[in-house]
């Protein structure tokens, strides 16, 4: 029997290129076999077939038949959960450093997922973005730990998506950066669209979309600022990307730059600590905050110490 999977594109994926989005979720077959798949109309996009070279909008149904595959099995996977919120329709939970939020066909344990999928099974999580992503509203990067949105219900799902794309769902971070920031607040506008060059990494580029994040400084070191982020569009790596094209990376962040610091962390030193949204249980805002993660911590005693 043929494997089907099907997703739906998110924010942060519009205006990527099918085979590149493909490439990410397929990550044991080359883009020329993607293409492949693609050509042989293995792979349809809201129902039609499309080229290589689609820039996906958000929303899009991608549905991806693989013939002749091993059937791809995500088991439950008893994974302690830090639930933050919680009601009949949706959750918050802080997802740890060093864990995927969901599945590839490549690797399929471990991740937040697989731990979702043990407490809640298929049937308690929204399906609209298929089995590999069950519940997923966004994401966050594996080394960057957080606060997520998960949907329960198919509806909640829409309801909290919508949030996200007309930005009324707040999201806030935290990050360690090299240097110090010419002003305490500012807003960084640019496009970000995948590297051309890097094709692992994104990058600002006039072809890409529209992305806009906020910065606050917190506090000040010689060399390093501790800052508070906010995003108002979710483009794919965009907080590290805007960092790194003002010249002020995220320290430890070895795809942006590599600015490390004499304290060794999990990859970028940077966490999704504050959510404001509305539950779809009763319209009632709630919001959620959790304190520095230990690699930000660890950093910010090293800095003061320096002082």
Do not use: C, W
């Amino acid at each position: 029997m043929p494997e089907i999977l099907t997703f739906t594109a998110t924010e942060d994926e519009e205006g990527k290129r099918l085979d590149a989005f493909l490439s990410d979720v397929i990550e044991n077959k080359s883009r020329s076999q993607i293409q492949a798949l693609i050509k042989n109309s293995q792979v349809k996009i809201n129902g039609l077939d499309k080229k290589s070279a689609y820039l996906l909008k958000e929303n899009d149904i991608i549905l991806l038949t693989l013939s002749d595959e091993k059937s791809i099995i995500i088991e439950p996977e008893n994974i302690p959960l830090d639930i933050r919120y919680e009601d009949e329709t949706m959750l918050v939970v802080n997802k740890p450093k060093n864990m995927l939020t969901h599945p590839t066909t490549k690797e399929t344990s471990g991740t937040l997922v697989n731990a979702l999928l043990f407490k809640y099974n298929y049937d308690g999580l929204s399906t609209l973005n298929g089995k590999l992503r069950p519940g997923v509203i966004h994401r966050l990067d594996r080394n960057t730990s957080g606060l997520l949105m998960i949907a329960k219900t198919d509806s909640a799902h829409n309801f909290l998506t919508k949030q996200i794309k007309e930005k009324t769902a707040i999201r806030k971070y935290l990050a360690v950066i090299k240097g110090n920031l010419k002003s305490p607040s500012g807003t960084i506008k640019t496009d970000i669209g995948r590297s051309k060059a890097h094709p692992e990494k994104m990058a600002v580029v006039d072809t890409g979309k529209p992305s806009i994040t906020h910065y606050k400084e917190l506090e000040r070191f010689n060399g390093y600022s501790y800052i508070e982020l906010q995003l108002e569009t979710g483009r794919t790596h965009q907080i590290r990307v805007h960092m790194s094209h003002i010249h002020h990376p995220i320290v430890n962040d070895s795809l942006y730059n590599n600015a490390k610091i004499k304290v060794k962390t999990t990859e970028q030193v940077l966490q999704a600590y504050d959510l404001t949204f509305t539950t779809p249980l009763n319209n009632t805002v709630i919001n959620v905050n959790i304190e520095p993660d230990e690699d930000i911590k660890k950093v910010l005693r090293f800095l003061r110490s320096q002082k």
